[in-house]
């Protein structure tokens, strides 16, 4: 499980978000599970500074890689950090 810090001042509504980029609906709080094609099972949580992502890959490897673009673009927006900003959070663990 992946925790991704969320920017201070950031104040994004994480359940909106899911909903606007995978169309799943349900409380983020409490915890949501869901798939999405070419990333795989996705069990997500919210919690006040931090977004828990847990994601197990699918058996078959799509070739679609506009996937990657919009998962990426969903952390922008939720956690308020680009890719670069997000990967220096992991090298400080």
């Known amino acids: 499980m992946r925790e ?4 201070r001042g950031h104040d994004a509504d994480v359940g909106v978000l899911v909903s606007e980029y995978f169309g799943v ?6 915890g949501i599970n869901f798939e999405v094609d070419g990333i795989g099972k996705i ?6 500074s931090a977004l828990f992502i847990d994601i197990e890959p699918p058996k078959k490897v799509s ?3 506009s ?4 998962w990426n673009e969903f952390l922008l927006e939720a956690t308020g950090k680009t890719t670069k900003e997000r990967k220096k959070d992991f090298g400080k663990r």
């Open 4 to 7: 991704y810090r969320i920017k």
């Open 25 to 30: 609906k349900g409380d983020i709080y409490k």
């Open 43 to 48: 069990d997500m949580r919210c919690e006040k």
């Open 63 to 65: 070739g679609d890689y």
């Open 67 to 70: 996937v990657i673009k919009k």
